[in-house]
C-alpha cells in the first residue's frame, strides 16, 4: 500500500542533542512537508519541499534542518538551537498543485525532551 | 496574511445528535479549504475539500460543510453523531498558487457520549 513511514514513533533527546526524525513517501509525490503540532495551537509549518534538492522555510524553521536527496526522503534534524523540541511531529506529502490537493499525513513522531 | 479560527476547543454531543463545528478563514483571495480529522497519536486524514466547485461539500463518514463566502466560513456538519466521531478536526485553508502549504486552526476535539 502506497502511504507515508514516518520512524521512530517515540524518540527522547538529551539537552544539547541533534536527533534526525525520518519521513519517506511512496505515492510518488513531489511535494513533502514537515509540520509541528502543540496542544491547543494546531499544525505550524516547518519546513517544506516541491522538488528533489529544493526546500523552503515554514513559519517555524528556528532551530531545525531538513534535506531532500531523493524524491522519496524528507528527514528532519531537530539541533540543540531548538529550545522548546518537545512536540508531536508531522510529515506530510502532496501532489504538485495549485493549493488544491490533498496532503497525505504519516503516523507522527512524539518527540520528549529527557 | 491567512488565519483559520475555529470556534470552540472541545464540543461535545449526544450519540444520534447533530455534530456543528465551525470554521472562519481570513484570506485575501478566494481560498481552498479542508477539513482533517486525526485520531490520538495518529496523522490527519482528510474528511472533505472545497476548491471552488460546488458551495455545499459531501465528504467522508457522512460528513459535509458548506461553503459561505460573505460569512467566510466553512463549518463542518453531520446529522447523527456515532461514537466513532470522537476525534479531534482541524479546518485548514491554502492559497492558491500557495503550494499547496496549509494553515490549520487551533483543532476542536469532538466528544460522543451514549
Known amino acids: 500500500d502506497g502511504g507515508i513511514t514516518q520512524s521512530p514513533k517515540y524518540l527522547f533527546r538529551k539537552e544539547g542533542q541533534n536527533v534526525t526524525l525520518s519521513c519517506e513517501q511512496n505515492?510518488?509525490?513531489?511535494?513533502m512537508y514537515w509540520y509541528r503540532q502543540d496542544p491547543g495551537q494546531g499544525l505550524r509549518l516547518i519546513y517544506y519541499?516541491?522538488?528533489?534538492?529544493?526546500?523552503q522555510k515554514g513559519d517555524i524553521a528556528e532551530g531545525y534542518s531538513v534535506s531532500r536527496e531523493k524524491k522519496e526522503s524528507f528527514p528532519l534534524t531537530v539541533t540543540s538551537a531548538q529550545k522548546n523540541p518537545t512536540a508531536f511531529y508531522l510529515c506530510?506529502?502532496?501532489?504538485?498543485?495549485?493549493?488544491?490537493?490533498?496532503?497525505?499525513f504519516g503516523q507522527g513522531t512524539r518527540l520528549t525532551v529527557v | 496574511a491567512q488565519s483559520v479560527t475555529q470556534l470552540g476547543s472541545h464540543v461535545s454531543v449526544s450519540e444520534g445528535a447533530l455534530v456543528l463545528l465551525r470554521c472562519n478563514y481570513s484570506?485575501?483571495?478566494?481560498?481552498?479549504l479542508f477539513w482533517y480529522v486525526q485520531y490520538p497519536n495518529q496523522g490527519l486524514q482528510l474528511l472533505l475539500k472545497y476548491t471552488s466547485a460546488a458551495t455545499l461539500v459531501k465528504g467522508i463518514n457522512g460528513f459535509e460543510a458548506e461553503f459561505k463566502k460573505s460569512e467566510t466560513s466553512f463549518h463542518l456538519t453531520k446529522p447523527s453523531a456515532h461514537m466513532s466521531d470522537a476525534a479531534e478536526y482541524f479546518c485548514?485553508?491554502?492559497?492558491?498558487?500557495?503550494?499547496?502549504?496549509?494553515?490549520f486552526g487551533a483543532g476542536t476535539r469532538l466528544a460522543v457520549h451514549p
Open positions: 484570506s485575501s483571495v478566494p481560498p481552498y
Open positions: 506530510a506529502s502532496s501532489k504538485y498543485g495549485d493549493g488544491d490537493t490533498e496532503a497525505f
Open positions: 505515492l510518488n509525490h513531489d511535494a
Open positions: 485548514a485553508v491554502s492559497d492558491p498558487g500557495g503550494y499547496n502549504k496549509l494553515i
Open positions: 519541499s516541491q522538488i528533489v534538492n529544493d526546500f
